[in-house]
């Protein structure tokens, strides 16, 4: 068994308008054997970007410690944030300079940029970045992720929903609008994107770790937009 294995885990990335959603699964285990199931692999660097380390859980928390303390360090000389695409140069830089005994953890970046456009990015252990416009995954459950997401994530997911009312755009928009309760467009857009792509989300999630013996035990999203982050448990299978 690989060492990247010995822990389990499952996170996945996922892009929405002006909007992201990040998950993982709660289970910590040696192997087949289940000793924790609240175990956090999620973690803030700030309002706007979220880091989800994959891999061995000790390491998962030593990189996460230094990452912190990079980007303590870039605040107070810059005095600003990172932004998403910086971030993961810094993370890209830290797991490579360390290629020769590396942090054994895939990280998952997930922010919002400027103009709050989304990045998500995944990278492997030695800091090989992987850029992707939808959906990102890492774990030992990545197959099924992969298979769950590319068969539930659609891009602009507002567009589809009017299509299922069979509604088209234009002068019926703001009778679509009215169909699921809200007066406006601009207000549908800002309400109900996040809540798909909470939906899409959670749906991967729980339907991969259902695959993979080494995750599970519930999950954790957290739901990002320009104004808030809303943050929810799962409740899965428990075997």
Same mark, same amino acid.
């Given at each position: &068994?690989?060492?990247?294995?010995?822990?389990?885990?499952?996170? @996945?990335?996922?892009?929405?308008?002006?909007?992201?959603?990040?998950?993982?699964?709660?289970?910590?285990?040696?192997?087949?054997?289940?000793?924790?199931?609240?175990?956090?692999?999620?973690? =803030?660097?700030?309002?706007?970007? *979220?880091?989800?380390?994959?891999?061995?859980?000790?390491?998962?928390?030593?990189?996460?410690?230094?990452?912190?303390?990079?980007?303590?360090?870039?605040?107070?000389?810059?005095?600003?944030?990172?932004?998403?695409?910086?971030?993961?140069?810094?993370?890209?830089? @830290?797991? *490579?300079?360390?290629?020769?005994?590396? *942090?054994?953890?895939?990280?998952?970046?997930?922010?919002?940029?400027?103009?709050?456009?989304?990045?998500?990015?995944?990278?492997?252990?030695?800091?090989?970045?992987?850029?992707?416009?939808?959906? @990102? @995954?890492?774990?030992?459950?990545?197959? /099924?992720?992969?298979?769950?997401?590319?068969? &539930?994530?659609?891009?602009?997911?507002?567009?589809?929903?009017?299509?299922?009312?069979?509604?088209?755009?234009? =002068?019926?928009?703001?009778?679509?609008?009215?169909?699921?309760?809200?007066?406006?467009?601009?207000? *549908?857009?800002?309400?109900?994107?996040?809540?798909?792509?909470?939906?899409?989300?959670?749906?991967?999630?729980? /339907?991969?770790?259902?695959?993979?013996?080494?995750?599970?035990?519930?999950?954790?999203?957290?739901?990002?937009?320009?104004?808030?982050?809303?943050?929810?448990?799962?409740? /899965?299978? &428990?075997?």
């Amino acid at each position: &068994m690989s060492i990247f294995e010995y822990n389990g885990s499952a996170v @996945v990335a996922m892009v929405g308008k002006n909007c992201f959603a990040i998950a993982s699964d709660r289970r910590l285990g040696v192997n087949l054997q289940t000793i924790a199931t609240d175990f956090q692999r999620i973690f =803030k660097i700030h309002d706007k970007l *979220y880091i989800g380390l994959s891999g061995l859980a000790t390491d998962v928390q030593t990189l996460y410690q230094r990452l912190v303390f990079r980007h303590k360090l870039y605040q107070l000389r810059e005095e600003r944030d990172m932004k998403p695409q910086t971030f993961a140069s810094l993370v890209s830089a @830290v797991l *490579y300079e360390k290629r020769f005994g590396p *942090y054994l953890c895939m990280p998952v970046i997930a922010g919002l940029g400027e103009d709050d456009v989304p990045f998500i990015c995944t990278m492997d252990c030695i800091g090989a970045k992987e850029l992707a416009k939808d959906f @990102v @995954v890492s774990g030992t459950a990545s197959e /099924s992720l992969y298979g769950a997401c590319e068969s &539930m994530y659609k891009p602009n997911m507002v567009t589809y929903y009017f299509e299922a009312l069979g509604l088209t755009h234009g =002068k019926t928009m703001e009778q679509g609008a009215n169909c699921i309760g809200v007066q406006k467009e601009n207000q *549908y857009k800002l309400l109900e994107e996040p809540e798909e792509l909470f939906e899409t989300i959670s749906q991967a999630l729980l /339907s991969s770790v259902d695959r993979d013996c080494l995750s599970g035990w519930g999950g954790h999203v957290l739901l990002v937009t320009p104004t808030e982050v809303q943050e929810r448990t799962l409740k /899965s299978r &428990m075997d």
